[in-house]
């Protein structure tokens, strides 16, 4: 076998967004002695973008920042701007949130389960080679990703970037029959779920158990997902304005990211930390799929979010099937939310982790600064954290392998690369 | 079944092309033209197409004619646009899409995309001139096409 104790392990395929970014892994001496990875911008340009705007406008405009999951940046903002001014909405219309959020992450976490994380594990170099071989296992993961498009198309109008979000509810209540139509497709897909849930079981997973802290929203009864305090598996237990007290975004060096820290900590968010913080709050019937899946009470191995992401699914389905059910239009369906200047602090939990939101009004209403925090900025240093741990006792294995396994190890967070646009890079090849 | 696509982002400038297109040919075409705006991941897109007799996806591209170039490709079995087969953590590219949509029968009879070179992608809203003026020949060209 070749040993190579120094090398230069590089994902250019990661730096996708306008030439700039993808990992870089250096090793000397049978050492890492260097991790960077940047793959990810900063939405703050959207926040300069917001300075100036009414205080109406930030769940428009901030839905535009991820293409993947617009309802969390819609709810993050929301929230922020109603504590701005005061204004509590009522249960209904919270129970309306709830519903297209599990919209969000059925659609969200099936996408990255079966067309980006799976491949890695069954080895293939992507989900169009993995379908070629497990054709009808895809066509269960486009459905289960399609009736969570279903759900944020009937109650916000679009799939994408749904326009029928609005500061203190929603334009238009969707009435009963239309979301009673809904129960069918979505009692399909929880069954799609549970089988998800058996298919990731039986992959092989690499031992790498690290020691976490795990940051995640924690509400009173609910498995987190609208609202809730910030809480940590450090001890942490905060109201949503406090956040900014606790993290701080740095810049680092080697990249246009900015990393963001707990008390100068490095943390984790997303499934993972939802799942070991808030396990308790999950129904006894997703507790023991759970079980039957083989996860237990804490999981440490960030290769097994891939489990947490189809149970989280699994939670998702069956929240939605119980707020089908229980489901009251909202009359009416928004609370006027007048402008009052001041500060308001909003925290919701996206796909991928905490997002949270600070504006800060104006006398006139208008938005003065904005601030946005989103998941990916928060896991960054984890991530290269996990890489540099991962690739040290594995450099025995041959660089192409060892690159494919440093992307899975990324693929771990499902972070967000810049996916505000999506345009083309024209090259097109004859075959 | 015609279904025109058009794809893009309002808040970054040219990117708004295939978004602009759509709403003029949705203001043209005939009744039965389904026209939809799409400016999310493009596995969304396999739903979109599903079963149309010819597809249009309209998209702003980056290049290197400049500004404005219209770049029409049909997409046939015989042509592939480039795309890395791992280049994104986060969602499949338009030619992941494509090639999915091959391997498993659901690509439209015919696929047209149309992309709509951009110069500005930067945080705001508006497109360039020559950009605003490509928009409306691709959109006329496009409501002929179908019958418009």
Redesign the interface.
Known sequence: MTHRSDRTLRVKALARVEGEGGMLVRTRAGRVEEVRLDIYEPPRFFEAFLQGRRHTEPPDITARICGICPIAYQMSSCNAIEAACGVEVPQVVRNLRRLIYCGEWIESHALHIYLLHAPDFLGYDGAVEMAADHREVVQRGLRLKKTGNDIMEVIGGRAIHPINVRVGGFYRAPSRRELTNLVPRVEQARDAALDTLSWVAGFDYPDFEQDYEFVALRHPADYPITEGRIVSSGGLDIPVPEFEDHVVEEHVPHSTALHARLDGRRYMTGPMARYNLNADRLPASVRAAAADAGLGPRESNPFRSILVRALETLYACEESLRLLDAYEPPDPPAVDVPAVPGTGHGATEAPRGVLYHRYDLGEDGIIRTAKIVPPTSQNQAQIEDDLRRFVEPRLDLETDELTHRCEQAIRNYDPCISCSTHFLDLRVEEA | MIVVIG??????R??AAGLEVARRVRAAAPAGVQVL????????L??VWDGADIAYVV?????TDGPGSV?R?EVG??????W???????????G?AV??GR??GRLPSRLVLV?V??GD????QGLGPEVAAAVGAVADEIVREVGG
């Open positions: 794809v893009g982002n309002d808040f970054r040219d990117d705006e799409h400016d999310g991941e493009p596995a969304g396999l739903d998209d702003a591209v980056r290049g770049h490709v079995s015989d042509f592939r646009l480039h890395e087969p791992r280049d994104s953590t986060h969602a499949l590219s338009f992941e090639a999915l391997v498993l992309g070179e951009g992608f930067a945080t705001g």
